[in-house]
């Protein structure tokens, strides 16, 4: 009986410790793979980030050279800049990879009463509350948008 006893003693003490080292060693397991998912998650967050940022610089750097140009040409009195600005001119509200969103976020900004479109650039589903051909308009309703929708609205030139 004392033989049987030290047996089942020791039997389950030890499924008691090496269940206990699996459980910890998988839920380690799992932390490590969870980390490393939110790891690659960021960085393509990051990636994401930085192709809309340079979205953002290149279309302000084709509004600034417009600019200049009309400064430039207005200066020296010769009037026809016309071609240096055409294009489309689009005030941006919500940029998002996901067509879903942002046909949800347009349906919202339109009932806001903008005229919404969607314009598909790369990857991005970029929401326009407001397009133009023409700079100066864009550039008007801008100020008014970021104070109606969102402070973060910008110009998206599309040529």
């Known amino acids: 009986m004392l033989f049987l006893l030290l047996i089942s003693t020791i039997a389950f003490s030890g499924c008691k410790f090496i269940g206990g080292k699996s459980v910890k060693s998988e839920r380690d397991s799992l932390r490590a793979y969870a980390y490393t998912l939110e790891q690659k998650i960021a960085n393509q967050e990051q990636g994401h980030q930085a192709s809309l940022d340079q979205l953002k610089r290149e279309s302000q750097t084709m509004i600034d050279s417009i600019i ?92």
Request: net charge positive; aromatic share 14%; charged share 15%.
């Open 68 to 159: 200049s140009i009309y400064e430039s040409k207005s200066a020296s009195g010769k009037g026809n800049y016309s071609a240096a600005a055409s294009g489309n001119y689009y005030v941006i509200v919500g940029s998002f990879k996901t067509s879903s969103y942002a046909s949800n976020w347009s349906t919202r900004v339109s009932n806001m009463g903008y005229q919404t479109e969607i314009v598909k650039v790369s990857y991005w589903n970029l929401v326009s509350a407001k397009s133009s051909t023409n700079l100066r308009s864009a550039l008007n309703e801008l100020s008014s948008i970021r104070s109606d929708v969102t402070s973060n609205a910008w110009v998206f030139v599309a040529r």
